[in-house]
Structure formats: structure tokens, C-alpha cells
């Protein structure tokens, strides 16, 4: 039977553009397949159909206006009809669907209440604000009894009822996310590890000391060097039990867990990694030397030692955050089926300092929400960060516990070592409990920089109780008395428990002292952060501290120590990191490029628009649209929008593609009836961040680096509003450089005068100076869809097919107007992509001459400045489109460098100079950012130069009068080029005099840099 495919509700818009039909007469379409795209001012949409059968014919042709119910085809439907009313609703669907996986998942995860076995012990009561002791007594005794009985999960409950009780009885209870200052995880709950203790601790030792004879060596050749010691010393023990049991490498079985190393233990991985027989002591010996090949770099640099780190992480609070979206964006890999899900965790190190950064724990809810439990943080609290304690007053530990179990997070505190489990266990008044509780941070590290007896004192000395609890103990059993994050036993029970963990992330908050066993010269000091030399005596102790094997004479010498090859630490080292599966870090990529598509999927952009107006971003957009066709690159394209998709024209791709959401879509949307509906999908293939510029940049650089993360070569397009981009997140764009993320940003809505209303902290006039910074970002300033055409498929293609290590900035705006066919010159592709070609040549009168060059939309500018020039001044000009100012210097500099180290052979001439050398007249060169934009290429323009730009603050008026304002529209282009060229003695100043006045230009108005 015959079906009529109507235009569906399409929002808020009417007589809507066809722009393309999809289908012929005669075609067999299925079900949701597109049938045309419609486009409105601001955004285009395909319409898919809603039937699968023949089309018997088109209603519809390109360039005819539809709105809601306008017939576009007619379709045999060869199957039962499919009526949208009686059919369950897609979303309704999806939601019953999930709800079913979520019960079946959470039968799975209930925890068993397994009846747990343990010795007796009862809760004591602690008198302080007590009223009735006795009271307490029972009622302590009553939950020690069910936890006997029935388990911690019975008691949990009680609990939970008691206070629901007391809160609906009127009870005002104070809310704590805090537990005492104690381990989370019992001593009868640790799972203890079937490693070698002894040989483990020697290794360990080993590590310990060239780690910090590397340090100490690279200072002692050149004290410039630097380094630290301190870090790593407190850490040790956090990475090698993770090294020994827990991280799995990458290979050909398995995708690998991906670590996120502190950066300042880098001295402590290389040190492993010379044990390993990975790195020999000559490469140690160029810690911090790098500009010969073979140097070791201070930190985890991707770029500087690619076979090696795999994430950059010593720009604070950059770690956290992308290890968070890291795992999100694995997940997301797993639920849209381009991974397997083989049980991958992605751990990060982090410092209890730089938690203080708001990156670090900005993200910690996104985590908690996407129930992220391959994420694991490791906080390293040794309490101290570089000037001194990190909270003297309080607690780190209990602070970030509150945060983190706030948020959402399995929490597990790591804070004493077994020495302390008797003396736990004995506290039978609760005294030990309330001194470790209402000890600060401040004491706790004091003591650690002191002795035993000092600790007996200061600590156990407070309650005589607690002194007791000491009493048969020396100070050199005090001082023995270990923190958790320095016990392998407590921190292999939280590594445990952590990577069994389902539903939420887990963090696991490790006390430690910070210079861990460098005595006098750097344990618990508050200069410990910055010690990297260390003396004989120093280095006597510390030798002897961990039972070093080196003689006198070796110490002196700083020399490394590394067991013979088949020693028993040598052999088990690589036995571990054997049955792991390789060593780590290790960074490889074994991905298949992606083809790039067919120079003909953008041959329509190569087309004029005739009349059509359009804006650059809704060019891309429909480009985007075009490449979601390309069976290659279609399922690889991550589009990621910090919930800019309206503003950008893009909430077709809701539908077309959906959005990620990891629980599928659990309601019915408001606008579900709609064409362009807010659809997510546990498949979806946009990330839609919401608004976190720095959440959405990590997730490009996830994405972008999914060729050596996950082997998989992947397209992130992340557009944002461009002054939201290198300016807000400019050090994640330094690190996605040097973690070498292949992809696309988008600096949507740009431009100082092109994004007209938003003012000043909108418009962006300097992007493109920032992206100029990063040595590998290729940026564009395109006006035209041609130019971005020729760009991004030479994009795709050197990034993705060729895999080279770039990334691009595109600018795209909102300005609409009528984009030209692309000059048929063959030379035109390749000077678009190298930074200019001439678009225009105005050659009528051959008398006078000016060069103008035009970026983005200030060469539409140009361009009309030009016309009046040709018309009413009889001056001839040749115009070009400069594509990037930014390319065109790189190219220049090199040419400029090559010419002045090879003085005696044949010079070679920058691209600028091919173009310009043999033109005529001065040149005259704007952009729509700073003037330092185009100032760039001054030194490549053997000619006489003048600039116009937008410096300054931005403000809200129309295009029009912000051109005017900043001095960069056609009016001002011909008075300055009148200027320019009356200044060259090439025509009389009268000329200009008269257009300063004819166009009403106040000669006297200040800079707008000072307005
Ligand atoms: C963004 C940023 N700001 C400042 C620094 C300089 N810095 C390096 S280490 C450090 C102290 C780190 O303390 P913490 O995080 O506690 O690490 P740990 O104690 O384990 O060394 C500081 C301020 C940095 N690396 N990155
Ligand atoms: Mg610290």
C-alpha cells in the first residue's frame, strides 16, 4: 500500500529549505533511512523515513520551502504499516529495556549478606559528652552483637533505620561524611598477597636508590638540572605493589590499564625501568638532559619519549581530570561496540597538594554519576606539597573523604601500617581512635620529621590511657610504628578491594611522609619538596635505611646498583611484569588509519551558494553531516559540544546520531515528537558535555590519543564558542599537544566584530595567536566553504589516514552571506591549505597598486573596499584570502632560518614571497583578531606593510558598527588604503584626507585598545 512521507514537527521553524533529496524514484529505502535534508538559517536537519519500502515519487525538489506536514514522498510500503500510534515509542522502549538491565544488573551486585567471621570484639564507648555511659554501653554491645550475628551489611541497615527514625521523629542530626581517622578496611577484611614480602622489599629498595642517585647524579654534573627526591620516596611503595600485582599491560590479548604516573615520581619509573633492563645507566645518567637523543625527561612527556609515557600529568590538576574522562570515554568506546569490555581500569596518581587544584576535583561528580568503576585515584597523602603542610589545621585524609564520599565514591583510607593493628585492636577505651582523630596534620608531620620518644610524647602522651597502650614499648618500636600507605599488606588489601569495586569510582587516600627515609636532610621537612642533593652522610643513611648493597666507596660514588641479570630480584621483577602482561608504561599504537572520504563528498561546498546566505559553522555542520555518510569515517567521528549544539546549528545530530548517556535515555523527552528530539542512547555517538570546557577538551584528548590508548583511530570534533576555547583551557591544549591527540577543535562563533551582540567577554580576537603557541596545532581562519572543504579533508587525511602528529583549530562564525564557487585555479587547493591565494584581481586601470590580504570574514571586508577603490578612486588592487597568517610565519621561519645557515647556497623563498615578490604596491593585511595576527609575516613581506586588527576589549553592537569601531571595515580599508598608498608617494594625500571625512572618521578618537 501507498504511505505519505510527511516534513515532521520540526520545531519552532516554517518554510524550512530543501537542500538535498536523498533518494531516486524506484529506490528500496528501509526505515529510518534519510530521505532529504531541510535547512533552516541556522541549522540543518536530514528527515529520515518512517517507512521501509519503494519510492513511488518525490514530492519535493532542492530549494523548495516545507514546513510540518508537507508531503515529501510517496512509498509502496512493503511491509505491515508501521504506525507511529500504535507502535511502542522508541524511547518508551528503550526505557523499558533498560529499566529490565538495571534490576538484572542490580540482583547481580547486591552484595551476598555473607555472615562474616571474625573475632569477637565489642565497640567501647567513649565518655566524652556522654550522659549515660551505661546506656551507650548497651546499646554498643546490641551492634557489636548483630555484627557478630549477621554481618556489617545487618548492621548498616540498622543504622540507617535508627537515624531515618530519629530525623522523621524531629531529630536534628548533624551530618558528618566522615569515619574515624582508621583504615576503611578492617584487618579481618584485608586480602593478603601471595607476593614474596622479602625480595619485593629488596626491589623496592633498589628502586628506591637510583631513583634518588639519578636525581642526585644529573645535580651534582649540573646543579641547573634539578629534580626531586621527596616525591617518589613517599610513593614507592604505591606504585610498586600496583607494578608487582595489579597493572595489566597492553598486548596482543588484552587493551592494557592505563596509569596516570605523578608527575614528580618520574625518577621512580625510570628507576624500575633500569631494573627492568628497559633503560641502561647511561640513559639514567640523562635524566633531565634531553636535547640529545636518549635523554630522559624531567616528567611524564608523551611527546619527548613516545615509546614511553603515555599521559602527560605534572601540570597540576590536569591528571585527575583526564584520567576521569579517560574512563569515561572507555566506557563509551565499550557501550557503542569499538572495544571490548575486558575489565580495564584506568588508575591515577595523584598528590594530596594538588588536590587544592579545581581541576582536580571538578570532575569527581561526572565520575560518580557515570558510575565509573574502572577509575581508580591513588592520593598520595604525605601531607606535605612543596612550601609546606598541605592542611597543618585540619586533615587532608578526612577532608577529601568527605569530598569524594559526597560526591558519590567508594572511599578508601589507606592511613596506618600493620604496627598498628595490636595496638587498634587494644584500644579498648577508644582513646587511640580519639588522639588519631583529633591529631592535625601539622603534628602528624612534626612527628615523622622527629623521633620515637618525641612521638611517645606528643601523641601517646596525651591521655594516660594511650600512654599505657605504649608502655611495654621502646621509642624504637614507636618510631616503627608505619603509616598505610608504606605497608605493602594495607595498600595490596585497598588495591584489591578498589579493582573489585562495581558502580561507583574508587579512592583510594594513602597517608605517607613525605622524603620517605632521606633522615635529617629531607623526611617530613618542610623543605623536603625541593632537596635533590643529597651529602655523603645523607646518602650513608639512606643507603643503610633501606639495606642498599653498595659499599662506602660506592655511595661516595653515587654509582646505581642493579642486580646481576639472573639474581632473584632481577628475575622476579620480570616475572611479574611478565604474568602483567608487559611492562608500563609503554606506549605503542597499533591502529589501522582511516581512509579519508572521496574528494566528491564536498564537491557541493566547491558550488556557489547563488544567493543563499550562509555562515561558515553551518557550512561545517552540513559537512559533518555529509561525513556521517562516509562508511569509513562516519562511525569514528566523536562529536563533542559543551551544550553549545543549538547554538551551532547542530541538534540534528541528536537524532541522527544520539547522545552518549551510559543508562540510555530513562524518560520520555519533552520534545520527543520532534525531528531534531534530545535523544540519548547508550550507543550515542555525541558527547554532549554540558558545561565544562575543561571536561569537554578531555574528552577530545581521550579520544584523540584512542590510536595508542586503544588502537583504534578515532575523529574527536569538539566545538566550541572559540573564545571559550585556547583561553579557558589553554594548558589542556598544551597537554593534548604533547600527549600528540589527533582531532578537530572548533572555534565556533568567532571573531571580535563577527559575533556581533555578546560583547566583551565573547569576542574572541586572539585565538588564533594562542593556537600559535603549540607547535603542532594547525590553525585556519577560512571564509568560505570551499576554503574549509579543502581544509578539514586535508585534515582527516594527515591526521587520520597518514597519522601524522597534528591536531587542527579551525575558526568558523556565524555571519551569514553568499559563499562563491572555488576559483578554478589549480594552484588555489594548494594555496588555501598553505595560507593564501589570491581570490580577486582588479586590474582595469594599470596606474596605481595595492596589495590587499583579508582572514575570515574581514576579507569579505577587503574585498568590497577593493570594489569602491576600482570604482571611485581608479586604483587597482589584488586581493587574497589568507586562510592562516599562522602557517604562512611557520613556513616563513623555516624558510628565513635556512637561508641564514646556508649563506653560500641557492636562497629560498617563503610561500609569502612567492606570491607577493613580484606584485605591485604595499600591502594592506587585516583579520577580524589582533593586528598581531597578520604582523606575523611582516618580516617575509619585502614590501611596505600596514595592519589592521581588532585590539582591544570586545563589546556588544551591531557587525556593522563594531567594523567601524575597530577600524577593519570597507570604509576604513579604502581610507587606509588611500593612507598606505599616499604614504608610498603613490598618489596625492588629498585623496585620503577626503575619505577620512567622506566616511565621517574621527582622525582624533583614541586607539580602541584604550576605550
Ligand atoms: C599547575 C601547577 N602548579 C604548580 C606546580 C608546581 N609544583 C610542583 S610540585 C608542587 C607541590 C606538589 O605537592 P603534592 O601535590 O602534595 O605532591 P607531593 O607531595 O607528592 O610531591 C608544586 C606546587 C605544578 N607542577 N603545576
Ligand atoms: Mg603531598
Redesign the pocket.
Known amino acids: 500500500m501507498t504511505e505519505k512521507l510527511l516534513v515532521p514537527d520540526i520545531g519552532d521553524f516554517e518554510n524550512v529549505e530543501v537542500i538535498e533529496i536523498l533518494v531516486k524514484e524506484g529506490q528500496e529505502i528501509e526505515k529510518n533511512d534519510p530521505v532529504v535534508t531541510i535547512e533552516s538559517d541556522k541549522s540543518s536537519v536530514e528527515v529520515p523515513s518512517i517507512f521501509s519500502g519503494k519510492v513511488d515519487s518525490i514530492n519535493v525538489k532542492v530549494g523548495d520551502k516545507v514546513s510540518k506536514g508537507d508531503l515529501l514522498i510517496n512509498i509502496t510500503n512493503n511491509e505491515k504499516i508501521s504506525d507511529l500510534t500504535k507502535e511502542v515509542p522508541k524511547n518508551t522502549e528503550n526505557l523499558i529495556k533498560e529499566a529490565e538491565k538495571a534490576l538484572e544488573l542490580e540482583k547481580k551486585q547486591r552484595p551476598k549478606l555473607e555472615k562474616i567471621e571474625k573475632e569477637k570484639s565489642e565497640i567501647q564507648p567513649s565518655k566524652d559528652g556522654d550522659i549515660d555511659p551505661l546506656e551507650t554501653s548497651e546499646w554498643l554491645e546490641s551492634l557489636s552483637a548483630v555484627i557478630e550475628k549477621d554481618g556489617n551489611h545487618r548492621a548498616h541497615y540498622l543504622i540507617k533505620e535508627l537515624i531515618n527514625k530519629a530525623y522523621m521523629e524531629g531529630a536534628n542530626i548533624p551530618y558528618t561524611q566522615n569515619t574515624p581517622y582508621i583504615n576503611t578496611i578492617p584487618v579481618s577484611e584485608e586480602k593478603k598477597s601471595n607476593g614474596d614480602q622479602n625480595i619485593e622489599r629488596r626491589i623496592r629498595s633498589l628502586i628506591r636508590w637510583n631513583a634518588a642517585a639519578m636525581v642526585v647524579r644529573a645535580n651534582k654534573k649540573f646543579p641547573e638540572l634539578g629534580g ?1 627526591i ?2 617518589f620516596a ?2 614507592a611503595t604505591l606504585y610498586d605493589v600496583g607494578m608487582n600485582h595489579f597493572w595489566r599491560a597492553k598486548n596482543n590479548k588484552f587493551g592494557g590499564d592505563l596509569i596516570y604516573f ?3 615520581s618520574a625518577p621512580g619509573m625510570y628507576a624500575r625501568a633500569y631494573l627492568e633492563g628497559r633503560l641502561n645507566s647511561k640513559q639514567l645518567d640523562s635524566f633531565r638532559q634531553e636535547v640529545n637523543p636518549g635523554g630522559l625527561s624531567s616528567y611524564p612527556h608523551p611527546w619527548l619519549m613516545p615509546n614511553f609515557w603515555q599521559f602527560p600529568t ?4 590536569l591528571g585527575p581530570m583526564l584520567a576521569i574522562y579517560q574512563a569515561r570515554y572507555m566506557k563509551y568506546l565499550i557501550n557503542r561496540g569499538l572495544i571490548k569490555d575486558e575489565g580495564r581500569k584506568v588508575w591515577s596518581f ?6 587544592d ?1 579545581p581541576e582536580s576535583l571538578g570532575a569527581i561528580g561526572l565520575a560518580a554519576r557515570e558510575k565509573l568503576d574502572n577509575l581508580i585515584f591513588v592520593i ?1 597523602c ?1 601531607l ?3 612550601d609546606g603542610p ?1 592542611r597543618g589545621n585540619g586533615k587532608i585524609i578526612q577532608e577529601l573523604e568527605g569530598i569524594f564520599r559526597g560526591a558519590g565514591w567508594n572511599v578508601i583510607k589507606v592511613i596506618w601500617g600493620s604496627y598498628w593493628d595490636p595496638l587498634l585492636a587494644n584500644d579498648k577505651t577508644g582513646h587511640l581512635v580519639k588522639t588519631m582523630n583529633e591529631t592535625v596534620d601539622g603534628e602528624y608531620q612534626a612527628m615523622k620529621a622527629r623521633n620515637g620518644a618525641y612521638v611517645r610524647e606528643k601523641f601517646f602522651g596525651k591521655y594516660k590511657e594511650t600512654q599505657e597502650l605504649v608502655s611495654s614499648l621502646s621509642d624504637k618500636d614507636i618510631w616503627r610504628l608505619n603509616r598505610g600507605g608504606h605497608d605493602p599488606h594495607k595498600v595490596y588489601a585497598a588495591y584489591d578491594k578498589a579493582s573489585k569495586n562495581i558502580g561507583s569510582p574508587t579512592v583510594i587516600i594513602a597517608k605517607t611522609i ?1 622524603g620517605y627515609g632521606m633522615g635529617k636532610s629531607g623526611e617530613s621537612v618542610n623543605t623536603t ?1 625541593q632537596t635533590k642533593k643529597l651529602d655523603v652522610d645523607d646518602l650513608m643513611y639512606y643507603r643503610d635505611r633501606f639495606d642498599v648493597p653498595l659499599t662506602d666507596q660506592q655511595v661516595k660514588n653515587i654509582e646505581y646498583y642493579k642486580p646481576d641479570q639472573n639474581s632473584p630480584e632481577i628475575k622476579y621483577i620480570k616475572d611479574r611484569r611478565l604474568q602483567l602482561g608487559g611492562f608500563i608504561p609503554e606506549r605503542t599504537t597499533y591502529a589501522k588509519p582511516i581512509k579519508a572520504p572521496p574528494k566528491d563528498i564536498f564537491d557541493n561546498m566547491k558550488e556557489s551558494t547563488g544567493k543563499k546566505e550562509m555562515s561558515t559553522t553551518m557550512a561545517l555542520v552540513r559537512m559533518l553531516t555529509n561525513l556521517l555518510r562516509d562508511k569509513n569515517v562516519a562511525p569514528r567521528l566523536v562529536p563533542i559540544i559543551p551544550d553549545e549544539a543549538r547554538t551551532f546549528g547542530m541538534e540534528g545530530f541528536f537524532q541522527k546520531v544520539g547522545i552518549y548517556a551510559h543508562e540510555g535515555q530513562k524518560y520520555e523527552p519533552e520534545d520527543a515528537a520532534q525531528l531534531s528530539s534530545y535523544r540519548e542512547e547508550k550507543s550515542g555517538q555525541v558527547l554532549e558535555e554540558g558545561i565544562t570546557e575543561a571536561g569537554a577538551m578531555s574528552s577530545w584528548i581521550a579520544a584523540g590519543t584512542s590510536y595508542t590508548n586503544h588502537d583504534i583511530e578515532m575523529i574527536p570534533i569538539y566545538l566550541f564558542y572559540s573564545m571559550f576555547g585556547f583561553q579557558r583551557i589553554g ?1 589542556f591544549a598544551w597537554a593534548g599537544a604533547d600527549s600528540q591527540s589527533r582531532g578537530f577543535l572548533i572555534g565556533a562563533t568567532a571573531g571580535r566584530t563577527t559575533l556581533a551582540g555578546e560583547g566583551l567577554q565573547h569576542q574572541d580576537g586572539h585565538s588564533h595567536l594562542m593556537a600559535s603557541t603549540i607547535p603542532n596545532c594547525v590553525s585556519y581562519d577560512p571564509t568560505f566553504h570551499y576554503e574549509l572543504a579543502v581544509i578539514f579533508r586535508e585534515g582527516l587525511k594527515r591526521m587520520h589516514e597518514k597519522k601524522e602528529n597534528v591536531f587542527y583549530y579551525i575558526t568558523t562564525m556565524n555571519e551569514n552571506y553568499p559563499h562563491p564557487a572555488m576559483p578554478s585555479d589549480k594552484s588555489c587547493e594548494e594555496g588555501i591549505l598553505r595560507g593564501m591565494y589570491k581570490i580577486k584581481e582588479f586590474n582595469k586601470f594599470k596606474k596605481t597598486k595595492i596589495q590587499f590580504l583579508g582572514s575570515g570574514t574581514i576579507l569579505r571586508e577587503m574585498i568590497a573596499g577593493a570594489e569602491i577603490l576600482q570604482k571611485e578612486y581608479q586604483i587597482d588592487s589584488e586581493v587574497w584570502s589568507i586562510t592562516s597568517f599562522n602557517e604562512l610565519r611557520k613556513d616563513g621561519l623555516e624558510v628565513e632560518r635556512y637561508n641564514l645557515l646556508n649563506p653560500d647556497k641557492e636562497q629560498k623563498k617563503s610561500f609569502v614571497e612567492k606570491c607577493l615578490g613580484k606584485t605591485e604596491g604595499p600591502v594592506l593585511a587585516a583579520s577580524d583578531y589582533m593586528r598581531m595576527n597578520s604582523d606575523q609575516i611582516r618580516p617575509f613581506v619585502n614590501k611596505s606593510f600596514y595592519s589592521l586588527g581588532t585590539d582591544g576589549f570586545g563589546r556588544s553592537d551591531t557587525r556593522k558598527n563594531l567594523r567601524k569601531f575597530f577600524e577593519v571595515d570597507k570604509e576604513h580599508v579604502v581610507t587606509y588604503g588611500l593612507s598606505v598608498l599616499a604614504k608610498e608617494q603613490l598618489i596625492a594625500s588629498k585623496y585620503a584626507t577626503e575619505a577620512v571625512k567622506k566616511y565621517k572618521i574621527d582622525p582624533n578618537k583614541p586607539m580602541p585598545t584604550k576605550l
Open positions: 626531586h621527596g616525591t613517599s610513593a605523578q608527575g614528580h605534572v601540570s597540576m590538576g595523584l598528590g594530596d597538594g594538588e588536590m587544584e598520595n604525605n606535605q606539597r612543596l598541605v613525605k619538596h594548558d
